[in-house]
């Protein structure tokens, strides 16, 4: 008997997709690389499908039908070329590699190259969701040819999550890297929303001085508002939680060193090269480098710097009113992340060729991955009838969100500043909106200042072409360098 689809990799995501795959009445062929993980795999999931084990990738390759489909869920990086070449030593032409890894999109672009030179069709495919959402339903941002969309469409649709309209959680993103550049910005704007949310935890523990368990009941009421989303939901989860062996609040016996295994810093490396200010997930990244910082960190316990008490000691309801202000901060402050993300991806689109769907791109984030959330409806609707074709912040029911939400956003920021609170994400991203509302920049100074140090010309508001000061000549001396 032979499998219509195979699985390399049976760590946590590898074997959560092989169950997912059977359990929708696929023949999952499974291979690791270490025969015991396949062995235990057999073990515990063997009856919950047809599963055909391989020692090793010959027989794995051989035990698939052709045209054959392999999914690679390994570590990203050498382990991914290691298993390519493997499996490519035994495929043939016509036969199609799904990279499901969080691989970087550049190498996605040279693999697929690599492949198309044999014949095989490589698919880097982004895949959302943790090892839960492969096992029960993820996200899935597939790029690669038309010719592999449509092979994998229905294996795919049938194992994506479903959205509450029933619309499965997958979609062709477009060539090549597409599909991994997308998931690299989820996991971008993953890091901006999960700061931010930080952030309105900080301000209510340290300058409200309320208790987990309380603001984790804040978090649940808001998960009931324009800010239902999975993130809000298991903020409360994880603030209501107990340490059994302590029976503190298990926030409270987590060290505050937040990790990180670098989507988000690639896709802040990405929108540098491609010229995109994401202020808010680059700060979310810088914020958790911050904390990660040991040794500055310790020596600023030991030699500390005077600041404000960060209590703003209010009464029971100026709190709840402070409360409501930062919901809207943190309202308007994630909209910033999300426009700021989907505007990488547009120039990405650009620079690459890829003609990428913005408002398909939204919906299939609606269930199965980390981000998913109620308003990506919303921001599905703005791409779809065109009036986020500059930014989301344009679209009207967003433009009219961040004006209602303007007031609390400063107030709060002010506050938080006032008080020694830091608010990284919360302050880009109003500083980014107040940088559109400017009608004129002090970008003007920097170009003059560029001038005068490195002749670097600037141009003028009244005639085109280029002009050069001679800075060191009395009077105004200009000249025009070019046109
Ligand atoms: P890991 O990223 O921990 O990788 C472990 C797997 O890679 C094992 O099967 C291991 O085989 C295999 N492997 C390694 Br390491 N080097 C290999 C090599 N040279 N040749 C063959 N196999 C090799 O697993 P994971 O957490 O399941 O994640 C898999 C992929 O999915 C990663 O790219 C990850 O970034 C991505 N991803 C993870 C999540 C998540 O929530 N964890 C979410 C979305 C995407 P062994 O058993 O022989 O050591």
Not at 374 to 400: C, H, M, T, W
Request: hydrophobic letters at 40%.
């Amino acid at each position: 008997q032979e499998a219509n689809v195979g699985v390399v990799g049976l760590a946590a995501m590898g074997a959560s997709l092989a169950r997912n795959l059977a359990h929708h009445g696929n023949r999952v062929a499974v291979y690791n690389r270490t025969y015991k993980r396949t062995e235990a795999f057999m073990q515990e999931y063997g009856s919950e499908g047809v599963f055909i084990p391989s020692q090793t990738v010959k027989e794995f390759v051989e035990s698939l039908s052709v045209p054959r489909t392999a999914i690679i869920m390994v570590k990203a990086g050498e382990p991914t070329d290691q298993v390519i070449k493997e499996l490519a030593e035994y495929m043939e032409q016509g036969d199609i590699i799904v990279d499901g890894g969080n691989a970087y999109f550049e190498d996605t672009i040279r693999r697929e190259k690599e492949m198309a030179k044999l014949g095989i069709h490589f698919v880097g495919m982004g895949v959302s969701g943790g090892e839960e959402g492969a096992l029960n339903g993820p996200s899935m941002m597939p790029g690669g040819s038309d010719w592999s969309w449509n092979t994998l469409k229905p294996i795919l649709e049938s194992i994506a999550a479903k959205a509450p309209d029933g619309e499965p959680c997958v979609a062709h993103i477009g060539p090549n890297g597409a599909g991994h550049f997308v998931k690299m910005v989820h996991n971008g704007i993953e890091y901006a929303d999960m700061q931010l949310i930080a952030e309105s935890y900080d301000l209510m523990r340290r300058g409200l001085g309320m208790a987990p368990e309380q603001i984790g009941d804040v978090f649940a009421q808001w998960n009931e508002t324009e800010l239902d989303s999975y993130l809000v939901e298991i903020t409360a989860e994880v603030l209501r939680k107990r340490d059994e062996k302590t029976g503190k609040p298990l926030v409270d016996v987590i060290v505050d060193h937040a990790g990180m295994k670098g989507t988000g810093t690639w896709t802040v490396q990405t929108a540098l090269s491609l010229g995109v200010p994401v202020t808010g997930i680059a700060e979310a990244v810088f914020a958790r480098g911050l904390s990660d910082q040991t040794q500055l960190r310790e020596q600023a316990q030991k030699d500390p710097f005077n600041g404000p008490d960060a209590s703003l000691a209010l009464d029971d309801e100026a709190k709840q009113a402070f409360i409501e202000l930062i919901r809207q901060a943190l309202y308007a402050s994630k909209i910033v992340a999300y426009a700021q993300g989907f505007n990488e991806i547009a120039e990405a689109g650009k620079v690459y060729g890829w003609d990428i769907d913005m408002a398909q791109l939204a919906r299939i984030w609606r269930a199965g991955c980390i981000i998913r959330a109620k308003f990506l409806n919303r921001i599905s609707d703005a791409f779809e009838s065109g009036a986020a074709d500059v930014s989301l912040l344009f679209a009207p029911y967003f433009k009219q969100a961040l004006e209602n939400c303007e007031a609390a956003w400063r107030k709060v920021i002010a506050t938080a500043v006032e008080h020694g609170i830091p608010t990284p994400v919360f302050s880009s991203s109003l500083a980014y909106f107040d940088g559109l509302r400017a009608k004129r920049l002090p970008a003007a100074l920097i170009q003059g200042q560029r001038d005068l140090f490195g002749a670097h010309t600037y141009q003028r508001v009244d005639e085109p072409g280029a002009f050069h000061t001679l800075w060191a000549e009395p009077g105004q001396k200009e000249i025009q360098v070019s046109h």
